[in-house]
């Protein structure tokens, strides 16, 4: 009986003893993030040129691991800075070392006072998928070397100036890109057309490492950054010409705001074919000519605003756009129709429907006249023209006009006599 409970609690002990060896080489073989050498050295050397007025970043210290300090995210196999989200505030300049930070996917540096030419590195940052460099104080111009895997691009509320260059219409991963709030000038690329990712969804998956929603705001501002949700945002630059036709061929975009440019042209009919669209927004421009009936097609319109621009004619009748408030159509004085109220052109048409067919009816009649009087001078001279060219013709005709004066004077003379005689 001794034995077997002996047995029994050495065998007992046996299994703690396991658990705990296997415990421990659990916790022993769990590998842990060290921060890249490199890397470090080019926060470190980042965080000595800027005012953290609120001390977010003041965990940057070579006492703990730079994996662990706020705002930065690394990878767990290589060790390398993948993410940087500081949305702290933060006053100062981005250093040229930042080029070292070649693995690093995601920046959001969103609603800093950051100043500088920040984007002379983006060549270096191949791998970057998200740039987020919104209400800061960045300025230059936006640079030609994009990384091919960019999915959100938001430079809005900064200072860049100069053109849009064309290699940012390249990505065709891309599908949020907000420079709204700058100086940008010049007119917008044709080749928009090359973001196909917003031409229709992906057969293939996107890159690994796709964010799935972020959301960011400030006083006046927010949005949600989704795959799902294709926004194009341009407005408050100094944008001029007309819009090219490529850009309507973007069927997916789902939020195309203008506004506050200086464009000119007319709205293409192409403009239903964007069925996705929920908010667009034209305002505070010099477009003109009528808005398409096809705009009525966009059923999931939700935001409209074509006010402040030359428009003429009647708003299209459809199911959304008479639902819209009268402000999305002011301050263009030679349109008219639901929803815009008290407007002298429709009512006169309205009003007055007899002038309207008086109209036709003159219409009518002037296209008579003109069609008589064509058809008299043609006639005219085509006759007169043959007996003046051909001598046949005119011998015959004379002879012919002769003999016919010559029998009416005989019938004429003979009727006399006649007369006479009785």
Wanted: net charge neutral; hydrophobic share 40%; proline share 3%.
């Amino acid at each position: 009986m001794m034995t077997i409970l002996t047995t029994q609690i050495s065998l007992l002990l046996l299994i703690l003893l396991s658990i705990t060896i296997f415990h421990k080489t659990m916790c022993t073989n769990h590998t842990v993030v060290r921060c890249n050498e490199k890397d470090r050295e080019t926060l470190l050397n980042f965080k000595q040129g800027i005012n953290d007025s609120l001390g977010r970043i003041s965990t940057w210290s070579t006492k703990k691991d730079c994996c662990a300090w706020e705002g930065v995210y690394c990878d767990n196999i290589t060790n390398r800075v993948t993410s940087l989200v500081l949305n702290y505030m933060l006053k100062g300049s981005i250093p040229h070392s930042w080029k070292n930070l070649n693995e690093v996917g995601v920046i959001n540096l969103w609603r800093n006072r950051l100043s500088g030419e920040a984007l002379g590195h983006l060549s270096d940052w191949r791998q970057l998928e998200v740039l987020i460099l919104g209400e800061n104080e960045f300025s230059g111009t936006i640079p030609i070397n994009f990384s091919q895997n960019l999915e959100v691009v938001i430079l809005r509320a900064n200072q860049f100036e100069g053109t849009i260059p064309t290699q940012l219409f390249n990505l065709t991963y891309l599908f949020h890109l907000d420079l709204a709030q700058n100086k940008l000038s010049g007119s917008i690329p044709k080749c928009v057309y090359n973001l196909t990712d917003m031409v229709a969804y992906a057969d293939e998956e996107l890159p690994v490492g796709t964010i799935i929603e972020l959301f960011i705001k400030s006083q006046n501002y927010a949005v949600l950054i989704s795959p799902d949700r294709r926004i194009i945002d341009l407005s408050t630059n100094s944008l001029s010409g007309e819009l090219p036709l490529e850009l309507f061929r973007l069927v997916q975009v789902q939020t195309l705001n203008l506004s506050h440019n200086n464009l000119i042209g007319t709205i293409p009919k192409v403009v239903g074919d964007m069925k996705h669209m929920e908010s667009l927004d034209l305002s505070n421009n010099k477009f003109f000519g009528e808005i398409p009936q096809s705009m009525a097609l966009l059923n999931f319109l939700e935001v409209l605003n074509l006010s402040c621009n030359n428009f003429d004619g009647t708003i299209p009748i459809g199911s959304q756009i008479q639902t819209f408030d009268p402000s999305s159509f002011i301050g263009n004085p030679k349109l008219c129709g639901a929803p815009l109220k008290n407007c002298k052109n429709c009512t006169k048409e309205e009003e007055n429907p007899k002038n309207a067919e008086n109209e036709d009816d003159e219409s009518i009649k002037e296209s008579l006249y003109l069609g008589m009087g064509v058809g008299f001078a043609v006639g005219f001279w085509g006759i007169c023209g043959s007996l003046f060219l051909i001598r046949k013709w005119r011998h015959a005709y004379f002879r012919f006009i002769y003999g016919v004066g010559n029998r009416l004077y005989v019938t004429l003379m003979v009727k006399l006599n006649s007369f006479h005689r009785s």
